[in-house]
């Protein structure tokens, strides 16, 4: 008997690769999208949602309801990142402006109606800075109980990139961060440390770019986006950055995690925004003398299978 599809709802700031994670999530068998959100990150939340928009219409899933949502995150200013994805947030590709809008209610209304209206749990993938979903558990605490994971992409065990040691998901918005860590339910963290390691080799890449197929096309233009002022490379190998979280989802014995204490950083200063993942064997002289302070349980991702989720996301987009 073929298994179900899981109920997925995906919350984005689509950027580079944000898209390229849309693209597999909506052609993939083993996954059920059920809506997309948007939130201000890559680029503004306005940008997002357009580029959201875009990009399901090129993947032909025109269909999967889109909302727009926080402008902004919960404390902090807006920091875009436009350096990196581009002054549209999708490499400056001139992609068409979509031909349709948005849903008429916003990205938590909409978050809290699918999760409740799913016959199975719903595993929420967020991709973005986690403003969305704070606002969501804090003002519908009743979804949790139809949430069967949350698998989201930020967080690093080692080094950030926004900061030397916080990743640019969570540093954005460092106290929605937090609110997720106590959601109350199953947690993966698919953080820098596997993120950067799935790249998809430059052959792959460039045959992407030349098929006659816009979606192909896109794909392949989105991997070859490079930051040159990062790297340096020519070649255009192609991250899959994001996509990787979708695909840990559609296949979750790609990955290798630990389930482990995490807490976000959110005192001012170097360290705000940081994952601060507890690896130790036993505890140390600060639980000693000052008490064990309570931190959720996360499954934090230390290893990735990466020509096992590079060939699922190259076949999934490739199919038929």
């Not at 959100?37 to 949602?49: I, L, Q, R, Y």
């Amino acid at each position: 008997m073929t298994e179900q599809p899981i109920p997925v709802i995906i919350d984005c700031d689509t950027g580079v690769d944000d898209a390229l994670a849309l693209l597999f999530a909506v052609r993939c068998p083993a996954l059920d999208v059920r809506a997309v959100t948007c939130v201000a990150g890559n680029t503004d939340v306005d940008g997002v949602v357009r580029n959201t928009l875009t990009v399901l219409e090129q993947a032909g899933a025109a269909d999967v309801p889109v909302a727009r949502g926080a402008e902004r995150p919960l404390i902090e200013p807006l920091r875009v990142a436009r350096h990196v994805h581009g002054a549209d947030g999708m490499g400056d590709l001139g992609l068409p402006a979509p031909a349709r809008r948005p849903v008429d209610v916003d990205a938590v209304t909409l978050l809290r109606r699918e999760i409740l209206a799913s016959p199975r749990p719903v595993t929420l993938i967020p991709t973005a800075p986690l403003t969305n979903i704070a606002l969501l558990l804090r003002t519908h605490p009743e979804v949790t109980g139809n949430i069967e994971r949350i698998v989201f992409m930020g967080g690093a065990v080692t080094t950030g990139n926004a900061t030397p040691v916080a990743e640019f998901n969570v540093w954005h918005d460092p106290e929605a961060a937090a609110v997720l860590l106590t959601a109350g339910v199953p947690i993966t963290m698919y953080g820098l440390d596997v993120f950067k390691r799935v790249l998809v080799p430059a052959a792959d890449v460039a045959r992407l770019r030349a098929s006659p197929e816009p979606r192909l096309r896109l794909a392949g233009e989105l991997l070859a986006h490079r930051d040159p002022a990062a790297s340096g490379d020519p070649t255009p190998t192609g991250g899959l950055g994001d996509a990787g979280a979708v695909c840990a989802v559609a296949d979750p014995a790609g990955l290798t995690t630990e389930l482990l204490p995490v807490e976000v950083a959110l005192a001012p200063g170097p360290g705000r925004g940081q994952t601060v993942v507890d690896r130790r064997p036993r505890p140390g002289e600060a639980e000693i003398h000052e008490g064990v302070r309570e931190q959720a349980l996360v499954d934090v991702a230390l290893d990735v299978d990466v020509e096992r989720y590079v060939k699922l996301w190259l076949t999934t987009v490739e199919g038929v």
